[in-house]
C-alpha cells in the first residue's frame, strides 16, 4: 500500500507557473503507475496526466498538452507536475493517484487507481 501526499497549490495569476509534487510513501513507489486528475467546483474529476512505472511513457488530457510536464523521480519516491501558461479554466482541486495492477501502461480512467492523496487547491486568476 502507498500513501500519497500532494504539495505546490495555490493562487498564481494566469500565463503563470506552478509545479506540484505528489509524495509517495514506502519503498515500491516505483512499481506504481502515477497520475494526476482535477476537480473543478460543479465538475467531474478529469484525467490531467499519468506516467508508466519507468517513466518512459506519458500522457497527457488535450487540454494541458504543450503547458503541462509531468515526471517522477523513484528514488526520492516522488511525482512531479510543472504547470505553465496556466489558465482560468486549470483552476481545480488537484489528485494525484496511482495503482499497481497489470493490464495497461497508464491509464486515463479514475475507476483503476487505487491510491489518491487528498488533494491540493490550484486556483489560476484572469
Known amino acids: 500500500q502507498v500513501q500519497l501526499v500532494e504539495s505546490g497549490g495555490g493562487l498564481v495569476q494566469a500565463w503563470g507557473s506552478l509545479r506540484l509534487s505528489c509524495a509517495a510513501s514506502?519503498?515500491?513507489?516505483?512499481?506504481?503507475?502515477v497520475g494526476w486528475f482535477r476537480q473543478a467546483p460543479g465538475k467531474e474529476r478529469e484525467f490531467v496526466a499519468g506516467i508508466s512505472r519507468s517513466g518512459g511513457r506519458l500522457y497527457y488530457a488535450d487540454s494541458v498538452k504543450g503547458r503541462f510536464i509531468l515526471s517522477r523521480d523513484s528514488a526520492k519516491n516522488t511525482m512531479y507536475l510543472q504547470m505553465n501558461s496556466l489558465k482560468p479554466e486549470d483552476t481545480a482541486v488537484y489528485y494525484c493517484?496511482?495503482?499497481?495492477?497489470?493490464?495497461?501502461?497508464?491509464?486515463?480512467?479514475?475507476?483503476?487507481?487505487?491510491?489518491w492523496g487528498q488533494g491540493t487547491q490550484v486556483t489560476v486568476s484572469s
Open positions: 514506502g519503498r515500491t513507489f516505483r512499481t506504481y503507475v
Open positions: 493517484a496511482g495503482y499497481r495492477r497489470e493490464g495497461i501502461v497508464v491509464s486515463t480512467d479514475g475507476s483503476r487507481y487505487d491510491y
